[in-house]
């Protein structure tokens, strides 16, 4: 279901990955103003746009976030999903998805350099970039000692296993081996 509601997300807000979101252009102050305090139009479903200075719990974004819950909805009776969730499943999926691209966007805008100024867009890319490499080396590291660890536990159960078929005298140090790791 999860894929479900990023596949709502791309085509609501014409995006492909999550990194292009940072480009989101977020709901005007005076829209957002209007629609809270006044009798404003609220968001347009054509042209989604997040309040992205406020957290979800804004009435802007709680009408977005019903919004994309309908579409979804819409979606599941379209489509003929064999398996129906509650509206609060959906919306607790639609929401960490939204606080996940919050979190996109919000790294890639500009911060205060040391200097006491805002950083340029190539600074911004540029450190972007480098949280982004940092990100892959560590999963790189992780995955590697994990296929390390999967590797070790299978080469011992294949090893206790053809020692406890021959009854080799050095199998009760195998599986004290293998219980270890």
């Known amino acids: ?3 479900e509601v990023r596949r709502v997300f791309k085509d ?3 995006i492909s990955q999550d990194s292009d979101f940072i480009v989101h252009q977020p ?4 829209e957002v103003y209007s629609y809270q305090y006044e009798d404003g139009p609220g968001p347009n479903p054509q042209n989604l746009a997040f309040d992205l200075a406020n957290g979800s719990r804004t009435p802007w974004n709680a009408k977005v976030l019903d919004l994309l819950l309908t ?3 819409e979606r599941c009776t379209q489509e003929g999903w064999p398996f129906q969730r509650s509206d ?3 919306k607790a999926i639609i929401e960490e998805r939204y606080k996940r691209l919050w979190t996109v966007w919000k790294a890639a805008q500009p911060k205060v350099t040391e200097k006491g100024v805002l950083e340029t867009a190539a600074e911004v890319e540029d450190r972007v ?3 982004k490499d940092e990100t892959l080396k560590a999963v790189r590291q992780s995955t590697r000692r994990r296929n ?3 590797r070790r536990i299978t080469v011992l159960k294949h090893l206790v296993e053809q020692k406890s078929d021959q009854k080799d005298e050095d199998l009760p140090a195998w599986q004290w081996l293998q219980r270890l790791v």
């Open 88 to 90: 609060r499943y959906y």
């Open 129 to 131: 970039n480098t949280k």
């Open 27 to 30: 709901a005007s102050r005076e």
């Open 12 to 14: 609501m807000f014409k």
């Open 1 to 3: 279901k999860q894929g």
């Open 71 to 73: 579409e979804l909805q």
């Open 148 to 150: 390390k660890y999967v």
